[in-house]
């Protein structure tokens, strides 16, 4: 090979290097956190911080400059879309406390199996949090993407199985209520709350297909699912799409999922009409009814208001929890709502039989004088954003209020690259 070649391949090379890894001299081993509380006491407060810098992907650990607590922290930074994201778990957010963290790169040694794990089963995926089973993301078995089962952090699962499976003492009623879901009843007119494989052929149906899955991430901290569905009318033709993120977080005394999505208007405008059927929405184990045939069940309902059962129904919020046993054990279901949302805060499609949505656009339903349809123009879009906590005990001892603080006002975190 000729010089001339050989230094245009040394220079194509470089070009690639340079491409795929940054200049040597912008990507930091180690950084700097500081963490300001926001004035509330918290336990757990997942915190996701975009990366102004690069950063190395990878897990990094870190013990805090205090002599409070010796107990080190651990990190997770990650790529998604193009860019770079810091994710950790503040153990202890404590009124206006501020304290400084040093992360490096995690050594082998200090590193665990504990984390969340992604899983691929054919188009599906299933979700292990320390090695356990936690929710399966199942894109291909229904007329909509859902979550099931999702196990509560008394090792049972919440949402009620059917109709996927058929469990003693459960209730065996509206077939398209498949444990975790986003979908709405009408949608330029047609219907993809209603829409189920099991329920009677209706020529309004339409249905959610998942066109892509855009990251998948797992690590100590996060596991991360992005993906696009579009909206489809009976005909084939797409309504409108979306694209959603999921984040689930291992925390210890609550299982935390935070679900995103931005419904976008691609081909002409789209029209939410106004129903109850929506929006975001868990069918809850039937253990956990509040009223059983006209008669009081073991369930509690408890939004921010402190309005409780079925006179939370309708009302808007930026909080309901829902309570009631399951196998034996009290344990809850909370939806924080958060303020950048839209229509913060949302009404609630909250049911005494366990059904359990936040819906921002059934106002009439819901006993409003404001008509709730809402148009998005074409080409443009709206986002919903909710937490949901599954945890033990009821309301107060799982300081349902202090977890919406941490997720609607969260502490402020500032990094700085060394």
């Not at 498949?178 to 020529?203: C, E, I, M, Q």
């Not at 998948?216 to 797409?238: A, E, M, S």
């Amino acid at each position: 090979m000729h010089a001339a070649a050989v230094q245009r391949l040394a220079g194509i090379v470089c070009a690639l290097l340079l491409v795929l890894t940054g200049p040597a001299a912008a990507w930091a081993e180690s950084f700097r956190v500081q963490v300001r509380g926001n004035g509330v006491e918290m336990s757990e407060v997942p915190m996701v911080v975009q990366l102004k810098s690069p950063l190395s992907a990878g897990v990094y650990i870190a013990q805090p400059n205090t002599q409070a607590s010796h107990e080190p922290m651990v990190a997770q930074v990650y790529a998604d879309e193009g860019k770079s994201y810091l994710a950790m778990i503040l153990g202890a957010a404590a009124g206006n406390n501020t304290t400084t963290y040093r992360f490096k790169p995690a050594s082998p040694s200090e590193r665990t199996n504990s984390g969340v794990a992604l899983q691929r089963d054919g188009a599906n995926i299933k979700v292990i949090v320390d090695g356990q089973l936690f929710t399966e993301y199942l894109s291909d078995s229904a007329t909509k993407p859902y979550y099931s089962p999702v196990i509560g952090p008394n090792g049972a699962a919440i949402p009620r199985h059917y109709p996927m499976k058929k469990t003693a003492g459960e209730d065996e009623d509206h077939n398209h209520q498949r444990s975790l879901w986003f979908t709405h009843g009408a949608v330029n007119g047609y219907d993809f709350w209603g829409s189920d494989p099991l329920n009677k052929p209706n020529p309004k149906s339409g249905s959610i297909k998942e066109t892509a899955k855009k990251t998948l991430v797992d690590g100590p901290v996060l596991g991360l699912i992005r993906t696009t569905d579009d909206w489809l009318g009976p005909d084939g033709k797409r309504v409108c799409e979306d694209e959603r993120v999921v984040r689930i977080y291992d925390t210890k005394t609550a299982r935390v999922l935070d679900f995103d999505v931005t419904v976008k208007a691609p081909d002409g405008p789209v029209t939410f009409g106004d129903t109850k059927e929506g929006m975001f929405g868990l069918r809850l184990a039937s253990s956990m009814d509040v009223m059983v045939k006209k008669k009081k069940g073991n369930g509690k309902i408890t939004n921010a208001e402190g309005i409780t059962d079925t006179d939370t129904w309708g009302k808007a919020s930026p909080w309901v929890d829902y309570v009631g046993p399951v196998e034996g054990q009290t344990v809850g279901v909370a939806i924080l709502n958060h303020p950048d949302s839209f229509r913060y805060p949302t009404t609630w499609h909250v049911r005494e039989y366990g059904l359990f949505a936040a819906n921002p656009f059934g106002w009439h339903d819901f006993g409003l004088k404001t008509p709730g349809e809402y148009t998005v123009p074409k080409g443009e879009s709206i986002g919903f954003r909710y937490r949901v906590i599954f945890h033990k005990g009821d309301t107060a001892s799982a300081n349902v209020p202090g977890a919406f603080k941490g997720y609607a006002q969260p502490p402020v975190v500032d990094v700085e690259l060394e």
